[in-house]
């Protein structure tokens, strides 16, 4: 059992930077693979980001790619999510989740097992 807590969200102006962290609980958090999804007003769920449980495989939304980066640290159980360069169009509820299969490239919502209860993003023009 994992549990996730994000944190970091909040109001940005356009051009603006935010870095969301995720704390996990629980003993298998290093070898889970984490990723970060996102939920406009309206919208469906969509991928953004993914890591492998070593850090060394990430994967990106094609859109999303040259401004976040996601990271973690497995010592502090913590996965991130670096956002630049922040748009109009990137206001949403950011949710981290995780899932039990170390590797692997899923972009897929029902593939991740644990959610956080999400942040919200703002970001005005």
């Known amino acids: 059992q994992v549990q996730l807590v994000e944190s970091g969200g909040g109001s940005v102006q356009a051009g603006g930077s935010l870095r969301l962290s995720c704390a996990a609980s629980?003993?298998?958090?290093?070898?889970?693979?984490m990723g970060w999804f996102r939920q406009a007003p309206g919208k469906e769920r969509e991928f953004v980001a993914r890591?492998?449980?070593?850090?060394?495989?990430?994967y990106y939304a094609v859109s999303l790619k040259d401004r976040f980066t996601i990271s973690r640290d497995n010592a502090k159980n913590t996965v991130y999510l670096q956002m630049n360069s922040l748009k109009p169009e990137d206001t949403a509820v950011y949710y981290c989740?995780?899932?039990?299969?170390?590797?692997?490239?899923?972009?897929?919502?029902?593939?991740?097992?644990?959610w956080g209860q999400g942040t919200q993003v703002t970001v005005s023009s």
């Open positions: 629980g003993r298998s958090f290093s070898s889970y693979s």
């Open positions: 989740a995780a899932d039990t299969n170390s590797y692997g490239s899923s972009r897929l919502a029902y593939d991740y097992a644990y």
């Open positions: 890591i492998n449980w070593r850090g060394g495989d990430t």
